[in-house]
């Protein structure tokens, strides 16, 4: 069974960092993307950015509104891809979640239960 | 401000169709394919069509999509309360380099 489980969320001052985990299990992590979106609340889905598998490059997209703020990096030995979010705002408050895609093909076949980041002081 | 327009919201009766429109630029939906996904607050977002029109395994024909030009379109027929959900479209923008998404709609069986 595919599973994306994220962890790492919790409570953040602002100006601080916060790195999130996605661990994939049931299918061959290093063949597929991952990507990490959020949803703050009463907002809708929010892209953040991806990184492509290893065969296009393991190279990263991001939204325009998080790029040189937040990193996505892999590891498939572990089956992990991390999001770090640096500099945090109280407008990242929100629940993240990561998605698995096809490099290459933009649609997302499974996601994660998410795992909320609140930012507060 | 999404780059992708959906209506806020839609209602129907149980074992009515709808429709949920979604409208975008030549850069997105005129040049790319469509997706669309269910998203049940607390719960991990379903793929429901990708590719314009193709269903995943396991997701019921009460379940279509379609593209013309700019403009994407979910329906959902035989609507059942478990339907209630908020539900996204979401492509790549050539232009900007993303994936993008649509800003959501809620969908309330009555």
């Known amino acids: 069974e595919v599973q994306l489980v994220e962890s790492g969320g919790g409570l953040a001052k602002p100006g601080r960092s916060l790195r999130l985990s996605c661990t994939g299990s049931?299918?061959?992590?290093?063949?597929?993307?991952v990507s990490w979106f959020r949803q703050a609340p009463g907002k809708g889905l929010e892209w953040l950015g991806f990184?492509?598998?290893?065969?296009?490059?393991?190279?990263?997209e991001y939204a325009a509104s998080v790029k040189g703020r937040f990193t996505i990096s892999r590891d498939d030995s572990k089956s992990i891809a991390s999001l770090q979010l640096n500099t945090l705002e109280a407008e990242d408050t929100a629940v993240y979640f990561c998605?698995?895609?096809?490099?290459?093909?933009?649609?997302?076949?499974?996601w994660g239960q998410g795992t909320l980041v609140t930012v507060s002081s | 401000q999404s780059v992708l327009t959906q209506p806020p919201s839609v209602s129907a009766a149980p074992g009515q169709r709808v429709t949920i429109s979604c409208s975008g630029t030549?850069?997105?939906?005129?040049?790319?394919?469509v997706s669309w996904y269910q998203h049940l607050p607390g719960t991990a977002p379903k793929l429901l069509i990708y590719?314009?029109?193709k269903r995943p395994s396991g997701i019921p024909d009460r379940f279509s999509g379609s593209k013309a030009g700019t403009s994407a379109t979910l329906g959902i027929t035989g609507l059942q309360t478990g339907d209630e959900a908020d539900y996204y479209c979401?492509?790549?923008?050539?232009?900007?380099?993303?994936?993008?998404f649509g800003g959501g709609t809620k969908l309330t069986v009555l």
């Open positions: 998605s698995r895609h096809i490099s290459g093909w933009y649609y997302f076949d499974y």
């Open positions: 049931g299918f061959s992590f290093g063949d597929y993307g």
């Open positions: 990184i492509r598998n290893k065969v296009y490059g393991g190279t990263t």
């Open positions: 030549s850069f997105n939906i005129g040049d790319n394919y």
């Open positions: 590719d314009n029109d």
């Open positions: 979401g492509t790549w923008d050539s232009s900007l380099n993303a994936v993008v």
